[in-house]
Nanobody
Framework: QLQLVESGGGLVQFGGSLRLSCAAS????????IGWFRQVPGKEREGVSC????????NYADSVKGRFTISRDNAKNTVYLQMNSLRPEDTAVYYCAARPLGGVCSMVGYEYTYWGQGTQVTVSS
């Protein structure tokens, strides 16, 4: 069974950068689309970005386009989310998730099967 662990969160100032990592274990993530989601307490989970299993397609929420970049290194079984020009409204717990046999780069949470435990990102103003 695929297991996901996020890392790289932390506290950063407005305009700063962070790179989140989503490391998979248990099996290869080659056959999974990977999505990044975020959630603030009291609010619905939001799809941030996704990348298909064969690097064919990526997608971003409008709120992060031009600032965030998703990438994957299948050799390292890891997906990254490079976050630049961070804003206070980016503050949230960030989760990565895996969708088996995908290929459509969905950013809908319920379509994903495996989830990590999340990593906190806090952007100060």
């Amino acid at each position: 069974q695929l297991q996901l662990v996020e890392s790289g969160g932390g506290l950063v100032q407005f305009g700063g950068s962070l790179r989140l990592s989503c490391a998979a274990s248990g099996e290869t993530m080659d056959y999974y689309d990977i999505g990044w989601f975020r959630q603030v307490p009291g609010k619905e989970r939001e799809g941030v970005s996704c990348i298909t299993r064969r690097l064919i397609r990526t997608n971003y929420a409008d709120s992060v386009k031009g600032r965030f970049t998703i990438s994957r290194d299948n050799a390292k079984n890891t997906v990254y989310l490079q976050m630049n020009s961070l804003r206070p409204e980016d503050t949230a717990v960030y989760y990565c998730a895996a969708r088996p046999l995908g290929g459509v780069c969905s950013m809908v949470g319920y379509e994903y099967t495996y989830w990590g435990q999340g990593t906190q990102v806090t952007v100060s103003s």
